[in-house]
């Protein structure tokens, strides 16, 4: 059974930075895309943003320039590097993962979920 495990949330002051990490394990035989969303008080699950194996990224319109993907692929591993963030920012951080199963099943992967806060 596939895991996904999401770390890295707190609470932080606005302008400050935090990282979020997502670890892949068991049953793994590829990863492709793997990106980041989230979901603040009473709204809807949102993208942040994305990467592909080959390190192509793309991000929402409210985190360019702010946010910065990167993944480690030996580590089955995606980062989320928060800069400058906002109050708006608070959420529930929740990793996502392309995956192929040893057993060749493809699907999409969650994780279980990381808390951000920003304090103004």
């Known amino acids: 059974q596939v895991q996904l495990v999401d770390s890295g949330g707190g609470l932080v002051q606005a302008g400050g930075s935090l990282r979020l990490s997502c670890a892949a394990s068991r049953s793994i035989f590829s990863i492709n895309d793997m990106g980041w969303y989230r979901q603040g008080p009473g709204k809807q699950r949102e993208f942040v943003a994305a990467i592909t194996s080959g390190g192509s990224t793309n991000y929402a319109d409210s985190v360019k320039g702010r946010f910065t993907i990167s993944r480690d692929n030996a580590k089955n591993t995606v980062y989320l590097k928060m800069n400058s963030l906002k109050p708006e920012d608070t959420a529930v951080y929740y990793c996502?993962?392309?995956?192929?199963?040893?057993?060749?099943?493809?699907?999409?992967?969650w994780g279980q979920g990381t808390q951000v806060t920003v304090s103004s």
């Open positions: 996502n993962a392309q995956i192929t199963t040893m057993t060749l099943y493809d699907d999409a992967y």
